[in-house]
């Protein structure tokens, strides 16, 4: 029996670089974006009720739509076997990618080409 | 404008590992599993209609379902803006998880406990 697993408690397995892995989708259940989380992300994350990451490429906390707006509102937060997964349920005050579109995953893959989502 | 969020061509972001993370849900949108995958693990999955992971733990090409036969059929998969994750629709055979559970995500994150999902 593995506590992780089985337990009630949250603990986060965080990699080598303090981070989880964070999946956002909405309560439609379409995957909006995929970014990282540290203790403290998860933790503004929590308090606030709004998604806040930690941005490896700004190296700082980062609450999504700070700037745009488009914040994600938690309403659900989920954590896999091995916790160092979560999956945040939300709903978006406006499109979740920065290019502007509804969810980051806007295109398919089909062999080497990618088509656009209908 | 930027050829790997605006182009055609199927170029994955690897990271220093060679990986990507990978996304898994059914076509329901219930989040299964995340895991990685590096350019071998793509082009299996694209080869063979079922998902294939590279195993960070066992360092090596992973089936899903290779030996508990929960095999996940990829009826899609859709890649996000910069190209660093990917997001497999899939029909599963089985549990996705290995402790027996449809999915991965079977706990509730409330503060610092953890609720089994209904």
Redesign the interface.
């Known amino acids: 029996m593995n506590d992780r697993?089985?337990?009630?408690?949250?603990d986060p397995r965080f990699d080598s670089n303090g981070l989880v892995?964070a999946?956002v989708?909405d309560r439609?259940?379409?995957?909006l974006?995929?970014a990282h989380m540290n203790a403290e992300a998860i933790a503004a994350t929590?308090a606030s009720g709004e998604a806040t990451f930690w941005s490896r490429s700004r190296a700082r906390l980062w609450k999504k739509g700070e700037t745009s707006g488009n914040v994600l509102r938690v309403v659900?937060?989920?954590?896999?076997?091995d916790q160092d997964?979560?999956?945040l349920i939300v709903d978006p005050a406006g499109p979740a990618?920065?290019?502007g579109?509804t969810s980051?995953?806007?295109?398919?893959?089909s062999?080497?080409?990618?088509?656009p989502?209908g």
Chains 1, 2 share one sequence.
């Open positions: 697993e089985h337990g009630t408690h949250f892995t999946v989708s439609a259940g379409a995957l974006m995929v929590q659900e937060m989920r954590v896999d076997c997964a979560l999956w990618c920065h290019t579109a980051c995953f806007y295109r398919r893959v062999g080497d080409t990618l088509d989502i």
